[in-house]
C-alpha cells in the first residue's frame, strides 16, 4: 500500500507563492512517478504538473513558468514550488503516485487527501 500526506497549503495574496510537499511512505515500486492535481468546486480534476521515475516532468499550460515540480527521493517527499500565484489558482490540491506515468491524467492510482490552497485578488 501506498499512504501520500499533503501539506503546505494557505491563503495567499495573488502574487504571491506557496510550496506544498507530499510525504509518501510505502511500496516504493509503486509510486515512482507522481504527480499534483487540482480540483476547484464545480470543476473537474486537472493534471498541474507530474515528474516520471527519471525525472522527466510535464505540466499543464496553465502553470507553466510559474509552478516547479520537484522531489526529493532520500525524503520520500513530493513538492510543488508555485510563484505568482493567480486566483484561478484556487483548488484542493492532491497529491498522486503510480508506477505508470500518467502524465496529467488522473489516472493515477494512489491519492492523498489534498491540502486547499486559495489565492485572493
Known amino acids: 500500500q501506498v499512504q501520500l500526506v499533503e501539506s503546505g497549503g494557505a491563503s495567499v495574496q495573488a502574487g504571491g507563492s506557496l510550496k506544498l510537499s507530499c510525504a509518501a511512505s510505502g511500496h516504493t515500486s509503486r509510486r515512482g512517478c507522481m504527480g499534483w492535481f487540482r480540483q476547484a468546486p464545480g470543476k473537474e480534476r486537472e493534471g498541474v504538473a507530474t515528474i516520471d521515475s527519471i525525472g522527466s516532468r510535464g505540466y499543464a499550460d496553465s502553470v507553466k513558468g510559474r509552478f516547479t515540480i520537484s522531489q526529493d527521493k532520500a525524503k520520500n517527499t513530493l513538492y510543488l514550488q508555485m510563484n505568482s500565484l493567480k486566483s484561478e489558482d484556487t483548488a484542493m490540491y492532491y497529491c498522486?503516485?503510480?508506477?505508470?506515468?500518467?502524465?496529467?491524467?488522473?489516472?493515477?492510482?494512489?491519492w492523498g487527501q489534498g491540502t486547499q490552497v486559495t489565492v485572493s485578488s
Open positions: 498522486a503516485a503510480d508506477r505508470i506515468w500518467w502524465w496529467l491524467s488522473a489516472n493515477y492510482t494512489y
